[in-house]
């Protein structure tokens, strides 16, 4: 329905339809069929932090993925108690993170902070577990792209950490690990 | 405290009927009688009135005579009216009293049954036995002396009015008594088989019930309804057969009382008139000899009724003492001194228990605990650890050999002495309904006094110590206080609030949108934008404000109510549109204002409307109500125009102004802390609460009060706000107040309100705060996470250790190391003892066990 030809004040759909249009601009939900896009833009969640706020902790339990609406995102972890900088996500990009927590139960094994404003749309475990019970069909068609998304990330970090490594740790065979 | 003790010498399950009726409210009885035998009186002079005022003053034509005997006539049947509603209340009153004592004192023997009784006996038979049953006893009881006494004085008072009368037309109108007599018993013998079958299968059919009330998850689960109909409608079909027979022979019983009681006039008419026309019977005396004749036929059928119920109740009340026909194996009270609470030194001696079939799941154990000493039960499962700390808890009781607390035996001992030294915790305990509070106390209240209680920083402390501090502060913030409630710490809930919009501000806007009366709130309801406080009454409670004629009179004005019922037509149009094929799943409209439920009335409005402007009232106060209930940035499936943001603070300015008449704008300075009592114009209307930075909303949690305003991120509150809160508190030295008030949570029935965790916590503080010498932990702490366990364990090695005999039963070996000594069971013996590193040492058992684990 068209609420706007009936009162022009009253703007109906215009905050679910911009979320669905921004969801299918990701991978995971591009393809999808018109009906699970329209439930996960009904179900989604918009999330604000502010700049230096923490978004999740690496040690705590997963249970959403976040897309970028705006804003800057950066992803770290500590290792021997120092922080190490892993990836900058952007909003300006088509960018997102904890896609893995869609699929399983674990505690998140990096940090992610606000580093500008941020604004960001989450999608619970259980909202994608619901919708996929009614979608059985989409199940194996996102779960394949949530797998890709992952895979591509692990290359992007990948080469970030080789980028960064320093000379005196290159290896080139594994007995010169010693 | 109350210690009950044994009363009466006869068992309870022994005594008759009767004796409860001979030996209770004896004065009460016996008044009861004399009232029966002054209103005797007044029933049968009405008769020698009726015969006075026909033979005499119609027959003499004496007009006085005929007032003065109607008003002494008026006057007995008033009087023996009054009396026989006095007789009645009083017979009712004292059967009452009779049966809360004969329910009191059957209760208290039931509980003391030991739980062998239980292991064979379903809860539907006991419960119906102490409800329904007793119930119709009660009603016998009362009269149970007094309407025998009643029906036959009056029987005789009658019949000797009538011999006075007549004696052969006495004679004859009873001469057909005889053979009621024989008949009546015979059809109520064949009436109590019957009933004492009913009895039974009733009790049949409430084990069902309860059975599959108890079970109802594993129904659900199964989708096993058909079946469990199967088991229940067997019983309704015999329960049904059963009914039919026995108002065969109820009604065959009133039938032959109907006729009995027909004939007697019919032979009075014949004989009587007879006599009357041949000069040997006066009309007078015919009149008075046939009311006469009504009269004694009802105490006569009354001693019938009488029997009936009798025979009712004394089936009733012998098939329930048969099902309690046990003693309680241990006395309640020591004889002749006070309950003990033993040190702990415990001795076992060739200790056997045996179920039925002769199964031994315990044999020939004998170890010697010494007090204070802490031991571990480890072993296989079905090995009997937990029998072995039952039996040492005196909650079974050993086949064979012997248990000795400090040179006691346990058979000896009462169940007060071992309520005095042993604390229990089971590994499914139960929770009783009630507060929070009332379950702490639930073991000390049974053995101490009141001045013996715990103080709140004892109850406090052990909270504390068992970790469920947060769950009670939890509670506690979750509580809605009253006025009387909140007084006491209202200014200091206010200067929390203070500290969280002023120095937390920062940290708590990210998760709050707080009241601010000079802005839109996108967390708050459109209700909460435009009425902004709440009213003490429940007037401007969404679902009542559409029918709020000055609201709705003003949202007309500002040109609002369309507006609104536009946009509850899009929420509804929306929802419908989207979740059409959802509305079996209450996941789907947690962020929508619509509610699962409402989803069916919702479609079809939308069905029967053309537009978003119905005519109907009650159409638009559905519309209306949406539209109340829509939060714009938690309810994503519409956006609300920012144009309209502004009719709604146009809205609410107008509504402080006219419909509560409340000068908000003190409110509107954050961090104002002035109360509303002190400022112009506020508080007028003191049925209604803005929301005001100095204001306590006594219809919202405590934690609504604190934060004032909408949570705008559960998760973000949760993971790191609460704390910085609780810190707060704690500062504010206000933790242990909103603790307290956590104390209050109901639980539910059986707990339900509380999760596995909170529960095992409870019971654990429990058991601690009771502070008995011994305690015995059966899998105590089985269902808490690791670190409860941890702070459960540190407690046991730090507070407990030289201060209590522990004797824990425990799965996780790894938690054995603590304690002084560890016995491993297998099949009911106990094949190795001794210290974690003895054991580990030895390489048997136990070694394997630990590897097992690891």
Redesign the interface.
């Known amino acids: 329905m068209n609420l706007s030809t009936q009162n022009p004040d009253l703007c109906s759909k215009c905050q679910l339809t911009d979320v669905q249009e921004f969801l299918t601009r990701f991978p995971i939900f591009s393809g999808a069929p018109a009906g699970v896009v329209n439930l996960f833009g009904y179900l989604s969640k918009k999330e604000e932090y502010k700049k230096g706020q923490s978004i999740l902790e690496e040690g705590k339990n997963c249970d959403r993925l976040f897309l970028i609406l705006s804003g800057k995102v950066a992803i770290f972890q500590y290792y021997n108690e120092r922080r190490f900088h892993l990836q900058l996500l952007s909003g300006d990009g088509i960018n997102y993170f904890g896609e893995l927590a869609l699929l399983a139960e674990f505690k998140w094994f990096f940090s992610a902070e606000a580093w500008t404003d941020v604004e960001l749309i989450s999608i619970s475990r259980e909202a994608f577990s619901k919708v996929m019970e009614r979608y059985p069909e989409s199940y194996q068609s996102m779960v394949r792209k949530i797998i890709n998304v992952r895979i591509h990330r692990f290359v992007d970090q990948s080469s970030y950490l080789l980028d960064h490594i320093s000379p005196e740790a290159w290896r080139e065979y594994p007995e010169e690990e010693e | 405290m109350n210690k009950p003790g044994a009363d009466s010498k006869v068992r309870i399950t022994e005594r008759s009927l009767f004796y409860w009726i001979l030996r209770r409210h004896r004065p009460m009885q016996l008044f009861l009688l004399l009232v029966i035998v002054i209103s005797l009186f007044f029933r049968v002079f009405p008769l020698e009135m009726q015969k006075r005022i026909i033979n005499e003053a119609i027959y003499l034509k004496e007009t006085e005579l005929l007032f003065l005997y109607c008003g002494l006539y008026l006057g007995a049947v008033t009087i023996a009216g009054l009396l026989k509603y006095a007789i009645n209340v009083m017979q009712l009153f004292t059967g009452q009293k009779i049966l809360v004592e004969m329910r009191t004192e059957l209760y208290q023997h039931v509980l003391q049954l030991p739980l062998q009784f239980y292991r064979k006996m379903q809860p539907g038979t006991v419960i119906s036995a102490m409800t329904s049953e007793l119930n119709a006893i009660g009603f016998f009881l009362g009269g149970a002396i007094a309407i025998p006494v009643t029906s036959v004085l009056t029987f005789s008072v009658f019949l000797g009015f009538m011999f006075n009368l007549n004696p052969l037309l006495a004679m004859l109108s009873i001469g057909i008594y005889p053979v009621e007599l024989v008949l009546i018993p015979y059809l109520q013998k064949k009436y109590n088989t019957l009933n004492k079958r009913r009895v039974k299968t009733t009790r049949a059919m409430a084990n069902v019930v309860n059975e599959s009330i108890s079970g109802i998850h594993e129904i659900h689960g199964n989708v096993s309804y058909g079946l469990e109909e199967q088991k229940l409608s067997s019983f309704i079909d015999q329960l049904h057969a059963l009914m039919k027979k026995l108002f065969i022979v109820k009604y065959g019983i009133k039938f032959a009382n109907n006729l009995f009681q027909s004939l007697g006039p019919f032979i009075l008419f014949l004989v009587g008139g007879y006599m009357a026309i041949n000069g040997q019977f006066t009309l007078g005396a015919l009149v008075a000899f046939l009311s006469a004749y009504e009269k004694v036929y009802d105490p006569w059928k009354e001693l019938i009724e009488y029997y009936q119920s009798y025979q009712d109740a004394k089936i009733r009340y012998s098939q329930i003492m048969k099902i309690f026909d046990l003693d309680p194996p241990h006395l309640l009270l020591p004889a002749g001194r006070e309950p003990l609470a033993l040190p702990g030194n415990i001795q076992l001696s060739n200790v056997t228990f045996t179920v039925g079939n002769g199964i031994k799941l315990l044999e020939n154990i004998n170890v010697d605990i010494k007090a204070n000493e802490q031991i571990a039960l480890v072993g296989f499962s079905g090995s009997g650890k937990s029998t072995l700390a039952l039996l040492i808890a005196q909650l079974y009781d050993t086949s064979r050999g012997n248990i000795e607390i400090d040179d006691y035996d346990i058979e000896d001992l009462s169940k007060f002495d071992m309520g005095k030294s042993v604390a229990m915790i089971a590994q499914h305990p139960f929770i009783f309904s009630g507060t929070i509070y009332a379950n702490l106390l639930y073991g000390i209240k049974a053995i101490a006094e009141d001045d013996e209680l715990p103080d709140r920083e004892q109850i406090l402390s052990v909270i504390r110590d068992v970790g469920l501090q947060d769950d009670v502060v939890r509670f506690g913030l979750q509580a809605v206080l009253t006025a009387e409630e909140c007084k006491p710490f209202r200014n200091k809930f206010l200067r929390m609030r203070q500290i969280i919009l002023t120095s937390l501000r920062d940290d708590f806007a ?1 998760a709050i949108e707080f009241y601010d009366a000079t802005k839109y709130l996108y967390y708050s309801s459109i209700r909460d934008n435009i009425v902004f406080g709440d009213s003490l009454s429940g007037e401007f409670l969404v679902e009542r404000l559409a029918d709020h004629a000055q609201f709705m009179e003003l949202l007309r004005e500002i040109k609002l109510e369309n ?1 609104l019922l ?2 509850g ?2 929420l509804a ?2 929802t419908v ?2 979740l059409a ?2 509305q079996d ?1 209450e ?2 409209f947690r ?1 929508n204002p619509m509610e699962v439920d409402e989803f069916t009335i919702y479609s079809e409005l939308l069905e029967r409307l053309k ?2 402007q119905p005519e109907d009232v009650e159409d638009r106060r559905l519309l209306l109500t949406l539209a109340f209930r829509f939060i714009p ?1 938690k309810h ?6 920012s ?2 943001e502004q009719q709604i603070l146009k809205a609410r300015h107008l509504f402080q102004e006219i419909i509560v008449n409340i000068d908000m704008d003190h409110c509107k300075v954050t961090g104002s802390c002035k109360p509303c009592d002190k400022i112009p114009k506020c508080g007028e209307s003191s049925a209604f609460i803005p929301f005001c930075p100095s204001e306590y909303m006594y219809t919202r949690t405590l934690l609504d009060n604190i934060l004032f305003g909408a949570v ?2 559960e998760k973000l509150l949760d ?2 706000l609460r704390t910085l809160a609780q810190q707060a508190f704690q500062d504010e030295k206000l933790l242990d107040e909103v603790m307290a008030i956590g104390l209050k949570f109901e639980v539910g029935s059986k707990g339900d309100l509380l999760s596995g965790g909170q529960k095992q916590k409870l019971a654990i503080a429990r058991a601690f705060l009771k502070d008995a010498p011994i305690l015995i932990m059966d899998e105590a702490t089985a269902s808490l996470d690791n670190s409860s366990q941890a702070r459960i364990q540190g407690l046991l090695e730090n507070e407990f250790k030289g201060r209590k005999t522990v004797i824990s039963v425990i799965h996780r070996l790894d938690l054995t190391p603590a304690y002084d000594r560890i016995l491993v069971l297998k099949a009911g013996r106990i094949i190795e003892q001794g210290t974690y590193d003895e054991l580990m040492e030895r390489k048997g058992a136990f070694y394997e066990l630990v590897h097992a684990e690891s």
Request: hydrophobic share 40%; no cysteine.
């Open positions: 990210n507006t536009t946009l037509f899009a149009t929306q549109n989207l094929d959802f799943d996941f789907f962020d537009g978003p940035n994503p499936i519409v956006s609300l125009p144009a309209l705008k991120s993971d790191h």
